[in-house]
């Protein structure tokens, strides 16, 4: 089980807002059965490694089919095999 961060950024766009080319983006998220958290900056998935970049290529389709030009993406992952990984556990709740 592994925890990743995700965070897509549009480029190319006629505006500095980008909620409309995000709204696919956590469409994709909520549909595909992983854990995960909205936050600020990015979204926390929790869930097996394969899945978690399976789901990447999967957001990376879902903004460019939204209508951004170009996207630049963040991915963080922790994938630890001694013990068991959470969400919850890495923020200490």
Do not use: Q
């Not at 460019?64 to 963040?74: F, H, N, P, Q």
Request: glycine residues 8%.
């Amino acid at each position: 089980m592994a925890v990743a961060e995700l965070c897509l950024f549009p480029l190319g766009t006629e505006s500095p807002s980008v909620g409309e080319y995000l709204r696919p983006v956590i469409d994709v998220i909520t549909s595909s059965g992983l854990k995960y958290r909205v936050c600020p900056m990015g979204t926390v998935v929790e869930g097996p490694v394969d899945e978690i970049l399976e789901l990447v290529k999967r957001c990376h389709r879902a903004i460019l089919e939204a209508g951004a030009k170009r996207v630049v993406i963040s991915l963080k992952i922790d994938d630890r095999v001694d013990k068991p990984l959470t969400i919850e556990g890495k923020v200490g709740v």
